[in-house]
C-alpha cells in the first residue's frame, strides 16, 4: 500500500497536480499581507472579502463570548451545545437572510450537506449545476436521490431535464452556487426561479462567495428575488468564514424547514456544535457588514477594475463578484504563473484538476478590502508579465 500512494503522488508532481501546504503566518501590521517563509507576501488568496478576519472588534467579540461560554460547546446542539451566543446568531442570520429562521453549522460544508440529504431523498430528483461545489456535489451523491446535472448556469438545460423526469419523482431540487468559487461567476438565479416553479420544484441556493459582498445589504445574490418566488420552496446556505471573516456555516429558510433540518440533517445531528468564540465573532461581523457598506464597495471596485485590465489583455473574467480567474489551461503552466507571482511578492494560488476540469487550470485571484492601490497595481504588473511557458 505504501508504494502505491508513492507511485500516485509521483505520478501528480510529474502532472503538476501535487499539493502541499503552505505554512503561512499573519502579518504582524498588514492584514492584506502573510509571511511565508520569512518573506512577506501580498495575499490574494484568501475569502477573506470584507477584511473583517484580523478585525480587533471580531477578536473582542470572540473573546468575550469564550470567557462567557467557553473555548467549545461542548456537544452537539440537540445534545447540549445549541448555547444563547447560538440563538442569537441565528436570529441574526435569519434578519440578515430574511427568512423565518437560520441553523448554524461547524462549516459551510457541513452545511450544504445537512440542507441537501434533509430535504432530498430516495424517490426525489436534484438537478445540480455542473460546476457546483465539492459540498453540494457529495451532498447530492449522499442523498441517494436522482441527481442529474444541467450545463453550467443555464435554466434551458434545467428545464428540459424537469421536462422529462418531473412526473417520474416526488420531490425535485434545483441545486446551485450563486457565485462559483472557481470562475467568480454568477448563476441565474432569477431565470432557475422560474423553471423551479414551472415544475414545482425547490430551489437551494449556496451563497458562500456572495454573503457580505453581494445582493442587497450584502444579503446574497438569492435576497433579490421575491419571498414567493419558489413556491416549492427556497433555501439559502450561507458561510462565516469568507467575508465574515470567523468560522462556520448556516442555512437559512422558512421555519419548518429548519425544524426538519434539525431533526433529518445528519452533520448537524451529530456534529459538535460551532465553537462560541466563533459564533459570537460572526455576530459582530454581520453587524459590521451592514454598518460599513463600504468594505463591499472597496472589494467590488478592486474586482472591477482587474477585470478590465485582465479584458485589455486579452483575458476576460465573467462575474462580478470579487473572484478573478486568469486561466491557464495546463496544470503545469498554472504552477509556473503561481511561481511567477510568487517571486515578485504576490500569494496567488494555482487551482487546478480536481476543483476545475483537466485542461482549465488557471489563477485564482481573490480580493479583499483590504487591498491598497499600490498592491493592485503590483499585481497587474506581475501579470501582465506571465511566461507563455512552463519553463
Excluded at 89 to 94: G, K, V
Excluded at 322 to 346: K, S, T, Y
Aim: proline share 6%; aromatic share 6%.
Amino acid at each position: 500500500m505504501r508504494g502505491f500512494w508513492a507511485d500516485e503522488l509521483d505520478q501528480r508532481r510529474q502532472g503538476g497536480l501535487y499539493r502541499f501546504r503552505k505554512a503561512v503566518s499573519p502579518h504582524p501590521s498588514d492584514p492584506a499581507r502573510v509571511l511565508w517563509r520569512g518573506r512577506p507576501l501580498v495575499n490574494f488568496a484568501s475569502n477573506d472579502y470584507l477584511g473583517l478576519a484580523r478585525d480587533p472588534r471580531l477578536a473582542a467579540a470572540a473573546a468575550r463570548a469564550q470567557r462567557r461560554e467557553g473555548t467549545g460547546a461542548g456537544a452537539s446542539p440537540l445534545v447540549s451545545g445549541w448555547l444563547p451566543v447560538h440563538r442569537s446568531l441565528e436570529r441574526r442570520l435569519a434578519e440578515h437572510a430574511g427568512t423565518d429562521a437560520s441553523l448554524v453549522f461547524p462549516s459551510g460544508f457541513a452545511a450544504n450537506l445537512a440542507a441537501v440529504t434533509a430535504l432530498a431523498g430516495p424517490g426525489d430528483l436534484v438537478l445540480s449545476d455542473a460546476l457546483n461545489h465539492a459540498s453540494l456535489v457529495d451532498g447530492c451523491r449522499l442523498s441517494r436521490a436522482r441527481v442529474e446535472v444541467f450545463a453550467h448556469a443555464d435554466p434551458s438545460s434545467a428545464d428540459g431535464i424537469l421536462s422529462r423526469c418531473r412526473g417520474s419523482f416526488r420531490r425535485a431540487w434545483i441545486i446551485t452556487d450563486s457565485v462559483f468559487s472557481m470562475d467568480g461567476d454568477e448563476a441565474p438565479l432569477a431565470d432557475l426561479a422560474v423553471v423551479a416553479r414551472r415544475h414545482d420544484a425547490g430551489l437551494i441556493v449556496d451563497e458562500a462567495h456572495a454573503t457580505g459582498v453581494l445582493g442587497p445589504r450584502g444579503r446574497g445574490l438569492s435576497a433579490s428575488l421575491p419571498m414567493d418566488a419558489v413556491p416549492a420552496g427556497l433555501v439559502r446556505v450561507g458561510t462565516l468564514s469568507k467575508a465574515l471573516g470567523a468560522q462556520g456555516g448556516f442555512v437559512a429558510a422558512d421555519r419548518g424547514t429548519i425544524r426538519w433540518i434539525v431533526n433529518q440533517g445528519r452533520s448537524y445531528m451529530f456534529s459538535t456544535a460551532l465553537a462560541p468564540g466563533s459564533a459570537a465573532a460572526a455576530r459582530a461581523a454581520l453587524r459590521l457588514s451592514h454598518a460599513e457598506p463600504w468594505r463591499r464597495e472597496r472589494v467590488l471596485a478592486l474586482a472591477g477594475r482587474l477585470r478590465d485590465f485582465m479584458a485589455g489583455l486579452g483575458r476576460p473574467a465573467p462575474g462580478d463578484s470579487a473572484i478573478v480567474p486568469v486561466i491557464a489551461g495546463p496544470e503545469r503552466l498554472a504552477m509556473a504563473w503561481a511561481g511567477h507571482c510568487l517571486d515578485r511578492g504576490w500569494l496567488v494560488p494555482a487551482i487546478r484538476h480536481p476543483s476545475v476540469p483537466r485542461g482549465g487550470a488557471r489563477l485564482r485571484v481573490s480580493l479583499s478590502a483590504d487591498h491598497s492601490d499600490d498592491d493592485l497595481a503590483g499585481l497587474m504588473e506581475a501579470l501582465a508579465t506571465l511566461p507563455e511557458t512552463e519553463a
